[in-house]
């Protein structure tokens, strides 16, 4: 039976793991857009935090053109900052140091995720032509040698995800078209897939 110091040091690590639900997602550059989904599941649950990353904030300005100082923000600024910093240490708290360096100087939440998403997944044309790269996979993809279902499967979800991040929908519809096609034409794989087709009707 492991001890005491053995359960703290598990504990530790699934916490530092990212499955705890006060701390937010850890991200060191692999696999961004399931970090991504993750990220957005655990901003909202403050949402205030979510919606100053999607709408933006900047201090007001005065007759003169220059920030308001603190002593002049009203109730509805200061909740706004509030959520700004709140929203801003989040997202930093979710990324290595290295990340962090990655992205270079930024003025507010919603800045700090802009160049997120267009450092990991591209600006418009490349995600074009990242999107094509996924398709192409995602039509074309076979199971391999001695590969399990679940194996292919994984595969499959993988492209998906990639798709997901930089919002590329795929009907289910053809999430299993391309699946089917991808077990092999062996007698055992054959007979399993067609009895699929005829029961959903895909024939």
């Known amino acids: 039976m492991p ?17 705890s639900t006060a701390r937010p997602p850890l991200f060191s550059g692999e696999d961004f857009a399931y970090w991504k989904d993750r ?3 655990h901003l909202k649950t403050q949402v205030e935090m ?41 997202l930093q708290c979710g990324l290595t140091k290295e990340e962090l360096n990655r992205i270079g100087p930024f003025i507010s939440a919603k800045d ?16 074009v032509s990242k999107r094509d790269l996924l ?28 798709l997901h991040a930089i919002d590329q929908k795929i009907k289910n519809h053809d999430v299993i078209r391309y699946a089917l096609k991808a077990f092999p034409k062996n007698t055992l794989w054959a007979s399993m897939v067609d009895a699929y087709k005829v029961s959903r009707d895909l024939c």
């Open 3 to 19: 001890d005491s110091h053995q359960n703290e040091d598990l504990q530790s690590s699934v916490t530092w793991e990212g499955f």
């Open 39 to 41: 990220m957005e599941c």
């Open 50 to 90: 979510w919606i100053v990353i999607q709408t933006g904030f900047t201090i007001p300005f005065d007759n003169d053109g220059l920030p308001l100082t603190c002593e002049r923000w009203d109730a509805a600024t200061r909740k706004k900052i509030e959520a700004d910093a709140k929203a801003t240490q989040t």
């Open 112 to 127: 700090l995720w802009n160049k997120l998403n267009e450092l990991h997944e591209g600006t418009s044309d490349t995600k």
């Open 135 to 162: 398709l192409n996979k995602l039509y074309n993809i076979r199971m391999m040698d001695r590969e399990s279902a679940s194996g292919l499967h994984a595969q499959i979800q993988d492209l998906l995800n990639g």
